[in-house]
């Protein structure tokens, strides 16, 4: 097989965040609540959570699990040449967000 070469960071980052985002989806977080309704009934509605800072809390929903495997299958590179360039000081940085987004779904889910 040959493997895709890149001639960026920036370039291998990017496609990281398409394989993430080709199994992924951002999910506004909503609550419950009771809202009293003109004629005196009550109707539950859906409410956005908004966070301190004033913005509107999203969470991950993963529609497949991301894996080191799964990215490289993207990515068209083999695992050895994945760690080869983690190894390397060019992209070693676009690899280790990478890896942080992995780890935290794994500890998002044993938690």
């Not at 003109?38 to 699990?65: A, C, H, M, Y």
Request: glycine share 6%; proline share 3%.
């Amino acid at each position: 097989m040959k493997e895709r070469k890149f001639r960026s960071a920036s370039e291998l980052a990017a496609a990281c965040r398409a394989y993430f985002d080709s199994i992924s989806a951002e999910i506004e977080v909503t609550r419950e609540a009771w809202e009293k309704q003109p004629d005196g009934k009550w109707v539950k509605v859906s409410i956005q959570v908004i966070g301190k800072d004033g913005n509107r809390i999203l969470r991950t929903e993963w529609f497949t699990p991301p894996t080191v495997g799964g990215l490289c299958a993207c990515l068209g590179i083999s695992r050895a040449r994945f760690s080869e360039l983690a190894k390397n000081e060019k992209y070693a940085d676009a690899i280790a967000d990478a890896r942080a987004v992995i780890a935290t779904y794994l500890e998002e889910r044993i938690s």
